[in-house]
């Protein structure tokens, strides 16, 4: 039977095409001891890429990368790329590495891919670093599991790299286990664009996306980051300094997901210490699975949709603008999957004079290459589809000015959309954090949706009802006379410790009543939207989707929990907060039991 399996597998290595030009064995690594057709696994052998000019993209063999320590050829473990594969010979753990750098035709986005082998063999956790423009990202992979692409490429992420020979990719052995092997075949990079296209997957029957009214939107952040991830921000948004261990003294949120309905490959371990002992773990938002996830929460809860928040000021920075599309990608294809709707929302904050005009461009490529707006899933008000814009008319000094916002909302208009314009809580009276110029009045006029930021604007369910009765009542008969919609914003309660110092739990939550008392002001203010901030934001403390009651612990740590309360807590009550929007259940003070 070996004879058999040896002749067989000797057969498919003949009949493999033969490189125009046979690559050269690496001069510095120990020469292959295995005869040809000598291998473990003959039903891998057709997966030799024998010729590495014949994959696409830039692709660096190990013949040509620069060997640290002694590595040894091998051809026993098909697949492999050229004439074989290097392995460490299971010695000189944290001492020996393989790099490849890649001589890239221009600056942009690639996908790195790495070629291995696998079996139970090798190493579970080989180190990875690659170098690109932004620093430099480690991650660890399992090289017994088999690689995605054509069971020998293994995605290592998208990173924004320099023309030239700037960048590369170290394959190394430090903490690997004794008893295993370190692999170190081949590297490819693949360019792409960073704009998504058009969507073409399937779609389930849902809400209904032609009109708002009814309709319970969040507000979905989307801008999470963790170190090994792929994006090379490293822990954007979990912690202060993102380029350092999140951990104790390094976080900025205070509330912690709940992550126990994630898959292992959506979790990233953190600093951060549990009562049993085990690291805390969190997310990264440009993972696929997690956010088809989300939109899957909002589905089983009756939650509507999400408003995707994309922050302009971003928009140029490579590295988060991918972020940013992969993020916007995933929502579509989530949104549509669960029946769910989506729309974009551009976040002004942060702007300078001038660059106003950024939304412009950028909605521009998104309606050309993505075809945003005219999918099925895309969330639309009297039959145009809904962009909203985020930032105009406070008073906190803003560098870009009205006459740029009021260009951007002609051009949107002109473009067939239906614009919303996200607005201080006073808008109407031009006091406290709004604008009194007049010329913000005439701008609101041009719009087709206003909604008013109150988050932080009152703290307790009877302020939320005077709230609702003195200013969303004014402000629903101001749009009225003037053909506009309202949408009124509601959030579960406030905290900023971590990111500000201020007190944990600075605005209650009080078990949900807090929120529920801005959706029944709402109600009785006439609206017939609400929209609610945020369904993923730890940050700030306003997050509605699964959060954890086992946070972490230690000596000056400190975070919220859901007291308790079931993890889609508030979940359920932004779903039932809804049916009485819609008239489907009667107006009530008091927290109603959850489904």
Not at 83 to 107: C, M, N, W
Not at 218 to 242: E, I, K, M, T
Not at 338 to 362: C, F, H, I, P, W
């Amino acid at each position: 039977m070996k004879l058999r399996a040896a002749l067989l597998s000797f057969l498919c290595l003949a009949a493999l095409p033969l490189p125009a030009e046979v690559p050269k064995p690496h001069p510095d690594a120990v020469p292959n001891t295995h005869a040809p057709g000598e291998v473990d696994n003959p039903a891998m052998v057709p997966h030799i890429v024998a010729d590495p000019a014949t994959l696409p993209g830039i692709v660096v063999d190990e013949s040509e990368a620069v060997l640290v320590g002694e590595w040894a050829y091998s051809t026993h473990t098909p697949p492999y790329v050229g004439i074989g594969y290097l392995h460490d010979q299971k010695t000189g753990k944290g001492e020996k590495s393989v790099t490849f750098t890649p001589r890239l035709p221009a600056e942009g986005y690639y996908e790195v891919r790495l070629a291995h082998c696998h079996n139970v063999r090798r190493a579970t956790n080989t180190p990875v670093t690659i170098r690109h423009a932004h620093g430099e990202t480690t991650v660890r992979i399992n090289q017994q599991e088999t690689p995605e692409h054509g069971h020998l490429f293994r995605t290592l992420g998208r990173y924004y790299f320099r023309a030239g020979l700037a960048g590369w990719v170290r394959v190394a052995n430090d903490g690997t286990d004794p008893t295993k092997v370190a692999i170190a075949d081949a590297v490819q990079f693949l360019p792409i664009d960073p704009t998504p296209g058009p969507y073409d997957g399937p779609a389930a029957v849902g809400t209904d996306p032609s009109t708002l009214d009814g309709k319970v939107m969040c507000g979905y952040q989307g801008w999470f980051a963790c170190d090994g991830d792929g994006s090379g921000l490293g822990w954007v948004h979990w912690a202060r300094n993102p380029r350092q261990p999140f951990g104790p003294g390094n976080v900025t949120v205070d509330l912690w997901p709940d992550v126990s309905e994630l898959s292992p490959a959506e979790r990233f371990a953190t600093g951060f210490t549990l009562k049993n002992g085990k690291p805390a773990e969190v997310f990264t938002s440009t993972h696929p699975l997690t956010v088809r996830r989300h939109f899957e929460w909002m589905r089983d809860h009756g939650i509507d949709g999400a408003f995707v928040q994309r922050f302009a000021n971003g928009l140029t920075h490579p590295p988060l603008l991918l972020q940013k599309n992969a993020v916007l990608t995933q929502a579509r294809e989530a949104a549509h999957r669960a029946g769910r709707t989506y729309a974009v929302m551009y976040d002004l904050s942060g702007l300078k004079a001038g660059e106003v005009a950024r939304v412009r461009e950028d909605w521009k490529r998104l309606r050309q290459t993505a075809r945003i707006g005219t999918d099925a899933a895309y969330q639309r008000h009297e039959g145009k589809p809904v962009v909203a814009v985020w930032g105009i008319g406070f008073s906190d000094i803003r560098p870009y000015t009205l006459a740029e916002c009021r260009e951007l909302v002609d051009f949107l208009k002109a473009d067939g959309c239906a614009v919303m314009l996200g607005v201080p809580t006073w808008w109407r009276e031009g006091i406290r954090d709004a604008v009194g110029d007049p010329a913000f009045h005439a701008l609101l006029e041009k719009a087709d949706i206003v909604s008013p930021w109150t988050v932080g604007r009152y703290r307790t369910p009877e302020e939320a009802a005077r709230h609702g009765e003195s200013v969303w009542k004014a402000d629903l008969a101001w749009c009225s006379e003037r053909g506009l919609d309202l949408l009124p914003v509601a959030f579960p309660g406030f905290s900023w410790h971590n990111l500000k110092g201020d007190p944990l739990g600075s605005i209650p939550r009080l078990g949900g009543r807090f929120l529920w008392s801005q959706f029944a002001a709402a109600k009785r203010a006439g609206a017939g939207m609400v929209y609610v901030a945020m369904f993923d934001e730890v940050d700030e403390g306003t997050a509605i989707f699964k959060c954890t009651n086992d946070v972490p612990v230690g000596e000056g740590v400190s975070f919220l929990s859901y007291d308790g309360l079931p993890a889609d807590h508030y979940l359920r009550l932004t779903g039932l907060g809804g049916r009485m929007i819609r008239g489907e259940i009667p107006v009530t003070d008091e927290l109603p039991p959850l489904p």
